[in-house]
């Protein structure tokens, strides 16, 4: 099943909602420090509700931890960002992608993005907007790689 990853997350109502999102769907969230808040911080508490208890949660002290668990379980790291080239729509995903975001003043990091298999965008008409909210990213993006995998129910 795809994971979820949030490398250096700033806000924590959105790691909060990210974690009820993956709690719901039975998916692993990563998060890779340096975060913009403590693991015990009470906002990311409370947008996680009572649901944390249901999520497959991993910290990593640093890029290099992350990228150390990445090579023991293998999988494509799929880059979302607003400089993409694929459309995350017409994406084919495969059952051990990472689905890997960026923090949400700067997205990710371009030695990050350099190691991606590829860099994917979610489309929106209006040339003003220059992004969405993180949380919603993350969210269009698991279920539709949940909706190809055929893991909605």
């Given amino acids: 099943m795809p994971q979820v990853v949030l490398v250096y997350p700033q806000i ?5 909602n990210i974690a009820r999102t993956c709690a719901a769907t039975g998916t692993e969230l990563h998060l890779v420090a340096p ?19 249901y999520v497959k949660l991993h910290y990593h ?6 990228e150390s668990t990445h090579r023991q379980r293998g999988g494509r790291w799929l880059g979302f960002t607003v400089r993409g080239n694929c459309n995350y729509a017409t994406f084919q995903f495969q059952p051990d992608d990472w689905l ?6 700067s997205g990710l990091p371009s030695t990050v993005l350099s190691e991606c298999d590829a860099k994917l965008y979610i489309p929106m008409s209006e040339p003003h907007v220059r992004s969405l909210n993180l949380s919603v990213s993350v969210a269009v993006s698991l279920f539709e790689a ?3 995998l ?3 129910f």
């Fill in 12 to 16: 924590p109502p959105n790691t909060g």
């Fill in 35 to 53: 975060l913009g808040f403590e693991i015990s911080d009470r906002y990311l508490k409370r947008a996680g509700l009572d649901y944390w208890p």
């Fill in 61 to 66: 002290e640093s890029l290099a931890a992350f």
């Fill in 100 to 105: 890997l975001f960026g923090s949400e003043t």
């Fill in 146 to 148: 949940h909706r190809q």
């Fill in 150 to 152: 055929g893991y909605l």
